[in-house]
């Protein structure tokens, strides 16, 4: 995480929002991960923002109830490639040209 807190610290706050809510989505599928390392990753995003808000309980609770897969050391490790990859892949959306029917 210290990685990407890096790389965003200085971004807007909705860009910061963008990065915690895809640090979120893969954390909450994670069974192999404490609840409380989940939520202090998204945390540390938030803590970027001005007003520093609080992980909303609706979205905290989530994060207890287990996960899908285990991503491993490897997985953990490269948090900030992740969302990396994701930014790419909403751009790459984004400049689809729509489908005519």
């Known amino acids: 995480m210290d990685t990407l807190t890096m790389q ?4 807007s706050s909705e860009s910061i929002l963008l ?12 069974f192999d991960l404490k609840p409380e390392t989940k939520a202090a990753r998204v945390q540390a995003g938030l803590d970027l923002l001005p007003d520093k808000p609080v992980l909303p309980s609706a979205l905290r609770n989530p994060l207890s109830a ?16 992740h969302i ?8 790459e959306w984004l400049d689809l040209s729509p489908v005519s029917g």
Not at 19 to 30: K, S
Not at 84 to 91: A, D, G, H, I, R
């Open 8 to 11: 965003i610290r200085d971004a």
């Open 19 to 30: 990065a915690v809510d895809m640090v979120y989505l893969p954390c909450v599928a994670l």
């Open 66 to 81: 287990g996960g899908a897969f285990a991503g491993g050391q490897g997985w953990h490790a490269q948090i900030a490639r």
């Open 84 to 91: 990396e990859w994701l930014t790419e892949f909403v751009q």
